[in-house]
Every structure is written in C-alpha cells, then in structure tokens.
C-alpha cells in the first residue's frame, strides 16, 4: 500500500484509473465536485473504491466543511453554514454554540455515510486572527483558542456519531497566514510564545484519529521549510509538544504554496514524518511520479490509520438528519 490518498477525474472509475489505483493500492482516496452527481452515481463509486481496494474500511475523503467548501451541494442536498456561524452564536450561548456545532456536524455525517464516505476533512482548529487571510476566517470557528476547541470536540463527537472520521486542521494552525496557501507560501514571524496560542486546539483535542498539516514557514521553529516538509515542526511541535498520535496527512500538495515536482513534494513530505500524502487532482502524469517516488507505508503509518477507522468500525449511525438540521438552525436563530 503506498502512503497517498488520490483524488478521481471524473463520477466514475477511468479505465486508466481502475488499472493503476489496482497496482498502486493507495490508502485512500478523496471527493471533490467534479466526482458528485446524485446519491445512486456517489454510491455506486464509493463501493467501487471498496471493491477495487478490498479493504471494507477504505478512507474515503470530502472536503464537506459547510459554506464555501463543500463539494455535496443543493439541490440534491442540504446547505450547511461554515464556522463563524458557530462562533457568533458562541458570542451569547456557549453551550448552544456547541450542541448546534454537534448537530450541525452528526447532519453533515448522516448525509456523508449515506454515500459511503467515511471521513471528513473538518473540523478547522485554526485560531483567526485580526490580519487572517480570508481563506480560513471565513471557514474557522473563532480567534479564542478554548472556544475552537470546544466546538472543534463537538464537530469530531458529531461526525463520529454517524460513522464519520474526522481531520483537525491544519496543523500546527493557519491562523497567522496573511496569504492563501492555494496561491503563496505564507511565513509567519511570531514568536515561540506567541504561537503556543495557535496550538491550544490542537493540545485540547491531541487525541483526535487524524490530523492535517499546513503549508506554512514558521520562522520560531523552521525558517527554511513549510510545516508539511520540516521534520522538526512535526516531530517537536505536532508530536511532541502538541502531543498527536493520530494519522498525519499533508494538505494537497498541489497547493502553490509548496514549490517542486509532485513527486518531489510527495516524497519531502513522508520523509519529514507525514504519514500519508494528499494529492487531489487526479493528473495522472503527476500520481505516476508520486507512486514511483514512495516506498510502501510504514507499519506506523499503517496502524494509525487502522487505529483512526477503527474509531467508527460498526457504527450504527444516530440521529435524523431533518431533526438535527431543525436543532441547529433553532439554536442558530438565537443570534
């Protein structure tokens, strides 16, 4: 099994596609847009991702945060509000704040399981501040860091709920980026101490199954290389100072913030102790180079990333979808 989820061209299988995913074996695979029609098509290729792979626990990724990024849309289903919704009302009702995020979340899980999706890329534990690029402030749960780990913890427990992984993000915290990440390499001068508060949700939620990497120089622990390329960043600071266990992916590395061949990115990031690479685009030139680059995955890798499905293994999913969204827009109203 190589260390890399790929992304898909098309809602269904290429023949190209099935025949080198097959001698690949990648761990898992990721959802956008441009693969979602209806249920029927998302179910019909979700199961083929299982058959193909053999492997009944198969990660299979979405981005389905709510607002901006969500590639699941209407009409065919719901819309979702994104973090400063919580945040707000977290402003005036802390504990309403945290169960419309729980319910908010088990929705979101409800509608993904349905599918045959199993895990998903939330929640956002990055603590905005005044000068955030608009890329998370418009996606994140709030500039307190105790506050985003509350609602951080009800999105996970939500998500679990309806048989759903879940991926704190993005580590060790994208809220002191002045630049998108899809576009520019962003370098924050903060001090040691000022960033311990970037890594109070973190810390909090330390346990959570898997965890994701961000595109940024921090210049107090690494001047010379992002987050997802420098092993000092993610053995001092996300494994050791943060204290994460849990599945490390990078964020995809087609971003423009990391600079190199796909192969090259590929294979700096699970040298500097990423465990499994993210690559979206499904460019079938650029997942050749990575899958030539990459040995197969570590026995560590590997047990975490059981470890972290295990954690929704025979899940029965709870709740009503309907109920749940009528709870949260109710608490939501309160604002």
Not at 1 to 18: C, Q
Not at 168 to 196: C, N
Request: aromatic share 4%; with cysteine; net charge negative.
């Amino acid at each position: 099994m190589k260390p890399v989820i790929f992304g898909l061209s098309g809602p269904v299988l290429t023949p190209d596609e099935r025949t080198f995913f097959a001698a690949v074996d990648p761990a898992g695979y990721i959802l956008f847009k441009r693969n979602i029609v209806d249920r029927a098509q998302v179910r019909a290729l979700t199961d083929s991702l299982r058959d193909l792979s053999g492997r009944a626990d198969l990660p299979i990724l979405i981005d389905q945060e709510g607002g901006r990024v969500a590639r699941m849309r209407a009409p065919e289903w719901p819309e979702f509000p994104a973090g400063p919704a919580f945040d707000a009302l977290y402003e005036i009702a802390p504990i309403s704040a945290i169960e419309a995020a729980k319910a908010n979340a088990q929705a979101i899980g409800l509608m993904l399981a349905e599918v045959g999706i199993t895990v998903d890329c939330l929640p956002l534990l990055d603590v905005a501040q005044a000068d955030t690029t608009e890329a998370i402030t418009t996606r994140a749960l709030g500039s307190e860091p105790l506050r985003v780990a509350a609602m951080g913890r009800a999105i996970l427990d939500g998500l679990r709920a309806a048989g759903v992984v879940g991926v704190v993000k993005h580590m060790p915290g994208h809220g002191r980026a002045k630049v998108d990440t899809h576009y520019h390499l962003p370098t924050v001068t903060a001090s040691d101490a000022e960033l311990a508060i970037d890594l109070q949700p973190f810390v909090a939620l330390k346990g959570a199954p898997m965890g994701m990497t961000s595109h940024i120089v921090f210049e107090a622990w690494d001047r010379e290389r992002p987050a997802t390329l420098s092993p000092v960043i993610i053995e001092e600071i996300i494994r050791r100072r943060i204290g994460f266990e849990g599945l490390l992916m990078t964020d995809d590395i087609d971003m423009k913030a990391l600079s190199g061949t796909a192969g090259d990115k590929a294979a700096g990031a699970i040298a500097a102790g990423c465990d499994l690479v993210l690559d979206c685009w499904a460019r079938m030139d650029e997942m050749v180079d990575i899958a030539g680059r990459l040995g197969e995955m570590s026995d560590v890798s590997r047990a975490r990333m059981d470890r972290a499905m295990a954690t929704v293994a025979g899940v029965e999913a709870e709740g009503d979808m309907a109920a749940l969204i009528a709870k949260r827009d109710a608490l939501l109203a309160l604002v």
